[in-house]
């Protein structure tokens, strides 16, 4: 199975990077289109560089080893990871990987329709086998999909109002939000796109932008039938290996400060932190805050739809995956450190 | 009726000129403890300032007119308005009001049992009549009164679940808050200081806490037995002097630059501003967020809870306060900024 | 004398509001290309607008009432301002104000050629007179040259290092720097921007971008033939009208607290504040530091600019500025706060 | 040789991870005085843990493994690190060192007259041979040594001014500086600093702080007698293993990235990088900017002055700590992001 990561930027390097050490996978390379600081780091870690057939010389020309263009890289994948900037997908799709009959995964900045499915691992892996065209959903998406899939497989779930405090911009964008300024957005696509992935729920989402860059930090008020226990939402998320439930972590900053300690690679966590002290009930709702590694935690999601599309099967590459990046670990540390 | 002013910083230096312009009341002064940067803006604005009576050699040596000691400040005062920094209200009253006979207002950040009542002009300006020691709740707290009061007169309200993103710190403050964070409190005690207000409300709070300086952007799910159609809300807060209706704001950013462009006095814009794009419903519950300019929303209830200790109708208080501030023109001119 | 301003944005609204209050001129109107906030803010302060022919009906379908096209705006005036954003200057000269043989000032964002001079109030007035196309420079060039100019006056320079920590984006910006971080740019441009005003002057300049929104905080390293004493520089800027001389400031924020306490509209202080406690000499150099309001300090520049074309005396037009704007009384507040 | 390390905060942290992989001395453990977070990240991380005796049960109540008490720790080490927080060093000293005739190292956050050296590697090594009390200089301070040291070596420097842009606060403190505003402080105590390493030095220094967290950006004007070529001052620092010398970063968040990128350690970078695209020649005076890492740059100088202490070679002190904690690695493949 040769797989190539067409990007490589924030979600791209990680992804490649992931396949790269991959058991059952081969990277073939990932593409770059201007010879910037992200293409010398293709080259230090050892990734095998495409790039624009007529773009080689410039790249050369500055000291960057590449090994063929973008055509190449495409023509030696079985399937393509589109990790392009948001909106370029679909020009992607329609330019070169339907003509080329090339499968494709797709990132969450892409609308729903570019893709057959929308995916996230935990809510609907099986689904994702033999489709061409797979879309993983966004790094909120994905968060909530993998609180809200447990808790419905387990409880009947009548209504969530989801709250988003956004980070501005990842820590590397030159822009990306108001400086000193809170922004709004009613109605936000993320409830719509949880739908995409778990049909069924009702939920409505508002979202707000702060000026600050480590994670997404959300909130959902979740009217049940019955509403589970503090005890029994610990116990189910227990066995979520991508779900670290952290019990004293007061602010963001504690949380990357951890990661960084344990010594997790670029304090990427991948798993969705519960922040357990924000748990609480009023009668048939709970409310609870999550923590959401907005560089990283797509990155096991795009492994998986891999997998998925060749027709693994899923605890088996959850399992791999899991391993892979070390998610264990970092749960079980973090849950440790926060205890 | 002679008030004087303990505490000359955010709140004190703001209620100490609202009083000084007052029709109905006379200001003795205000009081500052140290020879600082705002003890030389009273001189400049005219406020007679009152300092220990140990001190005034050290405030005249730096070149700052004194009018007396703080004990004359108090002796020379009907009624005093502590201003004091959180936490010293009570050795304050203990100290200084309880020895002298002297009644006293407090501000939000005391505890409640500080005062015989929790003030809110809107909700409860009545019941302030002849009471020694009234508190004047904080900023959310009497954003989230003059919301809910109007609401809970005319529906039936079962639940509210609020949701605050707080500034990290005043514009002036020399710290505040993690840079580049976000913080949480659970179970914050908003919920509990709106009940010291509206007690029959069943409400829960949860607080973030986010580096920015401009205004609190809160939120609001309110369960209602029957919910209020958008134009029954925009109907019954039309009749609000304090609660501006904003259609198109999309940034807290936004409306600072309105004021200051309005010409609004140190963008102070007392009123709560309900941000009406945010306003959506689900099923029997309303969602709705609103910007709760921090330094200056309770200025017009301190002024009022004055006028209510000694007797003054609700309507004529309320009416010459906002006449005072400018808060009938603010709404106005906000509201047709943002049509 | 019939002035109209092209573009109603952060500079613009602030001239075309010092225009309509000055004596000797008359403001035709302003110009708006989109039907947004800033359109109904000018309807709100009574500012004439003039909007592309082809827009009217859907500014007027948006209730904001429209006084004729852009086209009659400059029609009736004798000079245009071009409060464009940067870069839109030229198109407009070449596109709109060179057909019509229409003079016009433009903003610091363009490029010096864009006009026979670039314009300084307190450098070089009088070069103005009859000039058809006048830049006025842009913020940090004129707090340069209003603090480099009288020391030019009195002192042998023989060379500064300019040294900016510049504000991310304006309050209202929706963009502007990347979050939590420090962006430099080597010889930047502002040391030639001086020179364009001060042509003989050896100067160099290094500037950092820093997420905040309040102020630029400037500074300068001179190496003089013979240093001044601190007591002489003190001297030399007491005189001069926009000048502002802070003793014991170590914020910014603390000047924005100050600006808006004293009632200053917007916060907008136009003059530059020398920060006196960062004033050192080492040598033949002195070190000295200033804060530079960007959204207003070139406000009494561009009515200046106006007055020199038209031939009026220098002295009487800067007298006629800053009372219109206050800054005598600014200047005065700011340095009796912060004695 | 055994070493124990007296706080287990930002720095502390770091020192003991590094020491318990040196091959040359043993780490005794870290002692901690609550009970948080940092102290189950040192059970996470293997570091022994040593607290007050009165606490030893209050730790193990809360499932925090302890091996001993913070006097067992001393009287088992040779040499004391001290990393507590600031100005807690001297009573350290007096109160527990002195007493028990304990060498120690202290942080540049203590007074200089704490110890009887203060310590850069580059600088001065060899002198803190067989000295009982040793102070390893502060970030900024290091950071000009290593950069002003070898300068000095080969040209005559006349006088350095010193420009710092400092970050508000480290990624995990809870406050630290104001929002959204530049606080300065002029003669800052950073210039004499220097000269307590390097004392022949004329040097003069301004700090200013901005909110941000990831690093210094810091800038010298070096007036020389000759300045050197741009190519000279490169060569000169290709041969110092703690100079990192990047050609096109221009924001303080992509080196942080790149740090991330490569695989770092928490970003931990070490060395300085001097920001090649900021160095310029005026005259005979040469200005550079660098980037400090604020949390990290003094570990390595740390464990080099405890092997200075106990008459360890420099040239295989520093060789075996660059080694230990990856510099040449680091500098070698950020070079190479940035060439």
Redesign the interface.
């Known amino acids: 199975m040769n797989i190539c990561v067409n990007g490589y930027g924030t979600i791209g390097?990680r992804v490649a990077e992931a396949l790269s050490a991959h058991p059952k996978l081969r990277l073939v390379g990932a593409s770059k289109y201007t010879p910037d600081?992200d293409a010398?780091?293709a080259?230090?870690?050892g990734i095998r560089l495409f790039v624009p057939s007529e773009s080689i010389k410039n790249f050369e020309s500055k000291?960057i080893a590449v090994s063929g263009s973008v055509d190449d890289m495409i023509a030696q994948a079985d399937l393509v990871i589109d990790a392009s900037s948001d909106g370029k997908g679909l020009a992607n799709k329609n330019g070169v990987y339907l003509p080329r009959s090339k499968p494709a995964l797709f990132q969450g900045g892409e609308s729903e329709d570019i893709a057959e499915m929308s995916f996230n691992a935990r809510s609907n892996f099986d689904a994702a086998k033999g489709k061409r065209y797979v879309r993983v959903v966004s790094c909120n998406t994905t968060a909530y999909c993998r609180l809200l899939k447990p808790l419905a497989e387990h409880y009947t779930i009548k209504?969530v109002?989801a709250?988003l405090?956004r980070r501005?911009?990842d820590?590397?964008?030159?822009?990306?939000?108001?400086?000193?300024?809170?922004?709004?957005?009613?109605?936000s696509h993320h409830a719509h796109d949880v739908q995409t992935v778990i049909p069924a729920i009702?939920i409505?989402s508002?979202a707000?932008k702060?000026?600050?860059?480590?994670?997404h930090?959300n909130?959902m008020?979740i009217q049940f039938d019955e509403v589970p226990s503090k005890d029994a939402i610990a116990e189910l998320f227990s066995k979520e290996s991508r779900v670290a439930m952290l019990n004293?972590a007061?602010?963001?900053?504690?949380i990357?400060?951890?990661a960084?300690?344990?010594?997790v690679?670029?304090?990427d966590t991948y798993a969705v932190s519960l922040?357990m002290?924000?748990?609480?009930v009023?009668?048939n709702?709970a409310?609870m805050?999550f923590f959401v590694p907005q560089e990283s935690i797509v990155v096991p999601e795009n492994v998986d739809a891999v997998c998925a599309h060749f027709g693994m099967g899923k605890q088996e590459s959850m399992k791999i995956t899991d391993d892979l990046l070390g998610i264990g670990r970092i749960k079980k540390?973090l849950e440790?450190?926060?205890?």
């Not at 822009?175 to 809170?182: D, E, P, Q, R």
């Not at 007061?250 to 504690?254: G, I, L, P, V, Y």
């Not at 960084?260 to 010594?263: A, L, M, N, T």
């Not at 440790?336 to 205890?339: D, L, N, P």
């Open positions: 390097k600081q010398r780091l080259n230090i870690k000291g209504h109002d709250f405090i501005g911009a820590p590397n964008d030159a822009k990306g939000s108001a400086l000193n300024a809170v922004e709004w957005k009613a109605k009702s409505a508002t707000f702060v000026p600050h860059t480590i994670a930090i909130s008020s004293s007061t602010t963001s900053a504690q990357m400060e951890a960084r300690d344990i010594g690679k670029r304090y922040l002290n924000t748990l609480q009023n009668g709702s409310f805050s540390e440790a450190v926060f205890a």
